[in-house]
């Protein structure tokens, strides 16, 4: 007897996607075109292949599509599948398939395609990123063309969550080698142009197979790393949309410039300042803890972001059910700081290097901020802005840094602590295996105990310096409608965005 886990599309509701209330009262009215800003130059467009975020922003809903997917609340709802049951032991999961699905090559949709892209995600050679999200898969089988069935190897109470990621979007099967440079999907918007550190330019793909979306004929993708000048080109009419990374101090001004408006939504976004925990110093945990204790984490929410985010204490956000407030475990007190430097054996300092990533504007003025309260607990720090390009290769990918600083947007990926190739280089098995009783659990009190349990080890190791979580804002032109204002997963969706009549 199979326990049924069913999500029905209503005639209103389509592809469960809401669709804001005020877009169904004045009805979409389908054409016209749309420019986005987005701060950085993605790595290639495959999100199977690098974890930058700025992939998604682009990809996410617009060009991909996996089984299932989030929409703008965080609810998972269908995609490729339009249903799914679970067995009651929790180790078969059976997907059932859209019939009038199309590639943007006119290749139609297939279970050979979704089995090939689940085998290369469990292909260590494959290149995949993120495998610890499939690693209970032991098969995939398709007993019927529209039928694909997972069988797992143990209870993951995660699959469902990890299926609707970017990571598990799917592509034609012979297509895996060009993914990075010419994507192409099942999304609503095709792959039109590309002109690298400009712009990115998305079509409306007409055999889509939902034919009431997307409104839009074209979406352009402007690549503006500087903050001042999207805020100019957006006042200027060049751009009508900043879906994130909107400065606290530009908030006013917008708001002030007739025609255009703001709106702030939640974000799962830990602006983190990362340690080398291999690396002396941050190899002891006596330091790690000096330099939690020496800053002033709402200082810099209420001096440098004029009070537009939360602080906190561990890898989590207010904007996901684990949160822990765990703030006052290391609260900013400098007198302690320079105790714990002088038990390490730095009594008379120490000097780190600490590498901003240049694209990012929330990330370096609060790297700026901090480096200046390190300094008056007797850290010297010499500060570096990195180009993004550099900062994957050698900071993300090759751990060769001391600290740097960067925001985790992905959501749920406390994971990434069990981790210990990566690039905080944290090392402790106990992370493993509670990830593992969180995947097993048969309730979701245990899963939250588990979860919650791993929020207070890294953060009584002080693995790293969470220090707040800002708001996510969002700036558009007047008459815009159906964007995203909250961000529970990394993603400027434009499918049901629509300029009103």
């Not at 892209?117 to 494959?126: G, I, T, W, Y």
Request: a negative charge.
């Amino acid at each position: 007897m199979q326990r049924h886990v069913r999500w029905l599309l209503s005639a209103v509701l389509t592809f469960g996607w809401a669709g804001c209330a005020l877009a169904q009262q004045e009805g979409p009215t389908p054409g016209g075109s749309l420019v986005v800003a987005i701060s950085a130059d993605p790595p290639g467009w495959d999100p199977t292949l690098s974890t930058s975020q700025e992939i998604p922003r682009v990809t996410y809903g617009n060009v991909f599509e996996g089984l299932v997917r989030f929409d703008r609340h965080g609810t998972i709802v269908p995609a490729l599948a339009t249903a799914w049951t679970v067995s009651d032991d929790g180790l078969v999961w059976t997907f059932t398939l859209r019939d009038d699905v199309r590639f943007h090559d006119g290749s139609p949709l297939t279970v050979a395609d979704v089995m090939a892209k689940f085998e290369r995600a469990r292909d260590p050679d494959s290149g995949h990123v993120n495998q610890q999200y499939y690693e209970a898969i032991a098969s995939v089988e398709s007993p019927d063309p529209s039928i694909v069935t997972f069988s797992l190897t143990r209870p993951n109470r995660s699959l469902l969550y990890n299926l609707a990621r970017p990571d598990s979007i799917i592509y034609p099967a012979a297509s895996a080698a060009t993914q990075r440079s010419q994507p192409i999907g099942t999304g609503p918007f095709r792959f039109a142009r590309y002109v690298e550190g400009s712009e990115v330019r998305l079509e409306r793909f007409e055999d889509y197979w939902n034919p009431e979306l997307p409104h839009l004929e074209t979406v352009t993708f402007r690549i503006i790393s500087d903050p001042n000048t999207r805020l100019a080109a957006l006042q200027a009419g060049d751009i009508d949309l900043i879906g994130a990374a909107v400065p606290p101090e530009h908030v006013g001004v917008i708001d002030a410039t007739p025609g255009l408006e703001t709106h702030a939504g939640t974000a799962t976004t830990e602006i983190t300042v990362a340690m080398n925990n291999a690396r002396p110093p941050f190899d002891d945990p006596r330091v790690r803890q000096a330099i939690t204790h020496a800053i002033d984490k709402e200082a810099i929410v209420r001096g440098a972001f004029f009070g537009q985010g939360t602080v906190i204490g561990t890898h989590m956000t207010p904007a996901e059910p684990y949160y822990l407030d765990l703030t006052d475990l290391y609260a900013f007190d400098p007198e302690r700081a320079r105790a714990l430097l002088a038990e390490a054996g730095y009594a008379d300092g120490l000097s780190v290097t600490f590498e901003l990533p240049e694209p990012y504007p929330f990330e370096r003025r609060t790297g700026e901020v901090i480096a200046q309260q390190l300094r008056e607990v007797g850290i010297t720090v010499n500060l570096a802005v990195v180009e993004w390009g550099t900062w994957i290769q050698r900071i993300f990918l090759g751990a060769d840094y001391d600290m740097t600083i960067i925001g985790h947007a992905e959501p749920r990926d406390i994971n990434i602590y069990a981790n210990p190739d990566y690039y905080f280089r944290y090392d402790n098995p106990r992370i493993a295996e509670l990830l593992a009783e969180a995947e097993a659990a048969r309730s979701a009190e245990t899963e939250l105990e588990a979860y919650q349990e791993i929020a207070r080890i890294i953060a009584e190791d002080a693995v790293n310096v969470w220090v707040f979580s800002p708001a996510n804002t969002v700036a558009v032109r007047e008459g815009l409608r159906g964007f995203w204002i909250d961000q529970p997963t990394p993603a400027i969706d434009v499918t049901e965005v629509f300029w009103a009549p």
